[in-house]
């Protein structure tokens, strides 16, 4: 298809959507889709249904990683609260430990006790129960010292009982706090294991999920996207005292071509209206062309009277930016290099509600091309070198960047090398014939190919095909065409 930007009656590629086109990204191209499903070529309409499948596909990974998330926060709170169980069950068996000592310290000192008073009655030597007895001096002491001897006996015998139970209990507790501590320490590996495993589950899922987005990148990549119909088509000055210019880093499509002295001027097509373009210069038979195939409001600082006269005679929408109003001369230049324009409030044109969808991929391969020269003269080189990240090239005047007023560097998506005969006219001029056919370098995504233009009539559409005669569909975003000698 014609790299400018056509009117739906001209460009077979293109589709007419409403003019409210905001979100972002993903929902712009899905929006896009969805309004046009009727319209979109069988090969977008396959993207389509592949993107939905993949949203799809990362709409129930993202719920299955949200439940995953939620478990193993779950889990995790389970596994504070064991631990905090186990703290509290360690300290009391170490409490319990304590007790247990102490009692068996007392039980061991009551059984030595009791073992010498048995010895004691026992066995020989020393005062025993039976030597207290047989002290006793009458029947009714008799009695008294042996029921003293029995109750002595009662509370040794019942304190060794107490104590022997106090014990065992304890012993109990400690084994059933150790069985506890046990099953604790159990379920907190576990927990610990299953949240490992469900931690290895998320990242696979994650790994999923990003591979998932990769694809539905690829695809949205190779749908087609949006952008605006250029209205106004301005007539810039590229001589050094012009730069940097105003507004051009926000053109659509530019068209740079010879004019005297092997400098250049641009013709740059706008969409976006800056509140300041230019500086603005005159028109040439070339750059009126390319306006009136582009279907623009044309902009020039007037004209030769033939230049003028063709204006009229093709019918071809005109503002002459020396007889206009609102056309200022910016003081801090030297004229000719200082007349500009607020396109945001000129109102010679209407911003369109057309679109023209582009694609955002190529629809083959060409050979790697990271660097574009194209030398117009011994003082003037434009170079564009290939930025990866940005997917577009850089433009360099004489190797260094080049900007707009506002320092913003000015990128290509797409460009053309169009190389045309420059014959000179009646006054001298370079005339570029862009009426005709020719041959063409393309460059896009950091890849080359080679071509042809043509042209059948001032009026027609430049087309631009491949060595094989497949027309080229430039990717969206913004083009530069070099129109340069073979």
Known sequence: MDLAVLSLSENTYGFKIGSDFMGRYITIFLIVLLLFSSVVSPVYANNRGRVDELKEEISELEKMIKLLNEDIDNRLKRIEELEKELITTEREMEQNAEKLAQAQERYDEILKN?????RSAYMK???????????????GELIIRLAYLRNILNRDAQLVSGIREERDEINNRLLAMEKQRKIIEDRRYQMKAERLNLEEQRKALDKLLASSKEDLEEELAALP????KPIYGVVYDNHPSA???HGLSKASLVYEYEVEGRMTRYLALFADLPTKVGP?????EHSIMLAWENDVNFISAGGSKDNLDRISQWGVSYTNALAHPAFYRDSSRSAPHNLYVNLATLNRATPSGEKVIRPGNLSRKGQPANTINISYSNTYRVTYQYDGEKKAYKRLINDVPHRDATGEEIFARNVIIQYTAHPTDLFRRPTPEVVGEGAIDFYALGQHFRGKWVKESPSSPTRFYYEDGQEIERIYGATWIQIARP
């Open 114 to 118: 009791f073992a010498g008073r048995v």
């Open 225 to 228: 996207q949006a952008e605006s």
């Open 243 to 245: 730069r940097p210019q």
């Open 125 to 139: 030597g020393g005062a025993s129960y039976i030597e207290i007895l047989l002290d006793a001096e009458s029947f």
């Open 280 to 284: 603005i210069r005159s028109a040439r």
